[in-house]
């Protein structure tokens, strides 16, 4: 038996489409927002809308029930009457009763709407048709409907009538099969062997798909500018777009789009789930964002034996001594070279790692490693490895001036790669590529309190021979963060984004730390936006 379609009747209780009465929309599935789409009930006037806010389902009139897209807020209450500030945003759908209200955007924006029934496909019509014909007066006659004689053959209206009816169906379909296929065309996915990991992206050198930006802001929101939000205690960080820190998130696109094209960095997600997942609880037990369970991946693709030239090894690719200040041991280091056993003493590297660390040597390919092996080397502990990366993590994160920056988990990000504030344990010497001065002298040059853009604003090294991070490592052209940062951070957001929804289609229901991300996957929210690879159906 087919499935009846429904209306959804509603009423805008304030602002400028308060005038218009009951809104009739055509269910069963009705988008709201300020730009939903065809069919969907644009709400125009007011601040704070996304362009699709929220989903009403209604498959019968007894069970209409009212969902966000994405992060988008949406509350519900019984009666208008109420503080919206009181009542928490939706995280899944509920159902909605005749007379119920429920408010789209943040508590002081947005507008606010009652549900006033649901009616089979029609039915409303039908009423307004009959009550506007039944306060016309006698001068609306009852139509005159002839008995139709069935022997009298066809009439000649018909098979024209037939026939253009025929040709609309086919014009109406064919134009809903083309979108389909053209928004299952628009979707990003794996297309090439590519890399595990891009380290630096050029937004103007990739053909970004622009059909995908809605999905990737929602995601932006959801992993930067909420935790960012939350941390400098001001709602209008995640509300506000015109906020945002606009570059930041153009780099996050593009290295959105490069990564989900790539086979091999959704074989190394699969490859290195367990260990991800691992962090991500860590994470999360810790109070700080989820992204940074990221950086292992920017890292060392989730490896436990990977080196760099200045001796950074392991999944969080620690620096020796930066591991001794985190209480990761690393004792008694065999090095080319040197006949006695090293370790680390110091709690910060040396000035000039290339030249002046004892472990770092020159050799006919430029810089290497000399160490060769170590007795105890806990960077290649997970667990370990973990927990000091979050101790020093977190020496950015509670800074009270990053903290209110509106730009916490990117500066925060950007710490593990150069630094916190060395000046702490050298004297008060400042090392200017850390993140604390780095972002005060930024505040001073730009003469303003705080700068939820600065990230973008200092991304500053785009030339191709900046791709030299080795030689050219601390080069800051023109901005303050050093080069080998500038390309850090919008990678590991970017990798994120996509692993949560990796994660939620695999493993979502099998692994409870993935679960949370399942919401990411369903209707219009982001997820829906790339190819997503399932490696074992079985799995999730």
């Known amino acids: 038996m087919a499935q009846e379609r429904w209306d959804v009747v509603l009423r805008f209780i304030d602002g400028p489409m308060s005038y218009q009465g009951d809104l009739v929309v055509r269910g069963p599935v009705v988008r709201l927002g300020a730009a939903p789409g065809p069919g969907g009930l644009t709400v125009e006037g007011y601040r704070g809308i996304d362009d699709r806010q929220a989903v009403i389902t209604a498959y019968d009139g007894g069970t209409v029930a009212i969902a966000p897209v994405g992060v988008n807020q949406v509350r519900v209450a019984t009666h208008e009457n109420v503080d919206w500030k009181d009542i928490h945003p939706l995280r899944k759908p509920v159902y909605l009763s005749p007379g119920s209200v429920f408010h789209l955007g943040p508590p002081n924006r947005g507008a606010t709407i009652e549900f006033i029934e649901a009616q089979r496909l ?101 992993f930067v500018m909420k935790p960012n939000a939350d941390q400098a205690d001001d709602q209008s960080l995640f509300d506000d777009e015109s906020l945002w820190d606009q570059k930041f998130l153009q780099y996050v696109q593009a290295s959105v789009t490069i990564h989900a094209r790539a086979h091999n960095f959704w074989n190394r997600l699969d490859a290195v789930e367990s260990s991800y997942r691992q962090v991500l609880g860590a994470v999360r037990e810790a109070g700080l964002p989820d992204v940074f369970a990221a950086i292992p991946y920017q890292e060392s693709a989730y490896s436990s034996d990977a080196t760099s030239v200045v001796c950074a090894e392991g999944w969080w690719q620690f620096m020796p001594e930066v591991a001794h200040r ?26 000039g790692v290339l030249k002046n660390a004892p472990y770092v040597g020159r050799g006919d390919g430029g810089y ?83 700068d939820p853009r600065f990230y973008g604003r200092n991304l500053t090294c785009l030339d191709e021979k900046y791709g030299d991070v080795v030689n050219l490592a601390n080069e800051t052209c023109g901005g303050v963060i050093a080069n080998q940062s500038q390309h850090y951070a919008y990678s590991i957001v970017a990798q994120h984004i996509l692993a949560a929804c990796f994660y939620a289609e695999n493993y979502g229901t099998v692994h409870g730390e993935w679960q949370e991300y399942l919401k990411y996957t369903y209707d219009d929210n982001y997820c829906r936006t790339f190819e997503i690879p399932r490696m074992d159906k079985n799995k999730g």
Not at 150 to 166: D, E, T
Not at 175 to 184: G, L
Not at 212 to 219: K, R, S
Not at 326 to 351: A, E, H, L, Y
Request: charged share 30%; net charge positive; glycine share 8%.
């Open 368 to 450: 290497r490693c000399k160490i060769k092996s170590c007795d105890v080397d806990e960077r290649q502990d997970l667990t370990i490895s973990t927990r000091g990366a979050i101790e020093a993590l977190r020496e950015a994160w509670e800074d009270p001036l990053i903290a209110a920056s509106g730009a916490a988990v990117q500066i925060t990000i950007l710490s593990h790669n150069a630094g916190y504030d060395n000046s702490r344990f050298e004297e008060k010497r400042v090392n200017r590529i850390n993140m604390l001065p780095a972002y005060q002298r930024h505040l001073k040059k730009s003469g303003v309190d705080r």
């Open 122 to 222: 029609g039915v409303w019509e039908q009423k307004r048709i009959l009550s506007d014909a039944s306060q016309g007066g006698a001068s609306i006659a009852p139509s005159n409907v002839a008995e139709l004689d069935a022997g009298a053959g066809m009439p000649k209206w018909f098979i024209p009538s037939v026939l253009g009816v025929a040709m609309l169906t086919m014009v109406v379909v064919g134009t809903r099969v083309f979108d389909i296929i053209e928004r299952e065309k628009a979707k990003m996915g794996p297309v090439v062997e590519g890399e595990k990991v891009y380290k630096r992206v050029d937004p103007s050198k990739i053909e970004l798909d622009t059909s995908a930006f809605e999905g990737i802001n929602q995601a932006f929101a959801a």
């Open 326 to 351: 985190v209480n990761i041991r690393v004792k008694n280091c065999s090095m080319r070279g040197r006949q006695d056993k090293w370790s680390p003493t110091r709690v910060v590297p040396v000035r």
